[in-house]
């Protein structure tokens, strides 16, 4: 082979390299570019879920905080009743111990 021939070869050899290599770059690119999608993805999927997690949470926190004020106001409603009724038991006793008083502070 020729100087020329060789140097003609060396050219060629270089210049299917330099193609070679911007075609690797390409790829890595694209690939970098594909990861990066894929990751936000990923990403976005995960704040879903914990979204829709959290909310579920929060749902169910309710009904149990529902139903312990429930139980509260029940409670309440009962203890009320439970006073007033002994409030009326006592109604015969106060009337009299006013009255007794009454007749005394009139007698005096």
């Not at 770059?25 to 879920?49: G, L, T, W």
């Amino acid at each position: 082979m020729t100087r020329a021939e060789i140097l003609s070869e060396i050219k060629k050899a270089e210049e299917e390299a330099k193609a070679t290599v911007a075609k690797a770059n390409e790829s890595k690119n694209r690939k970098i570019s594909d990861a990066a999608a894929q990751s936000r993805e990923i990403v976005r999927k995960a704040e879903e879920d914990a979204r829709s997690g959290a909310d579920s949470e929060i749902n169910e926190a309710k009904k149990v905080i529902k139903g312990e004020r429930e139980k509260i106001v029940q409670k309440g409603v009962s203890d009320a009743l439970d006073i007033k009724n002994k409030a009326k038991k006592n109604i015969d006793k106060a009337v009299t111990f006013i009255l007794t008083e009454f007749e005394r502070a009139t007698d005096a």
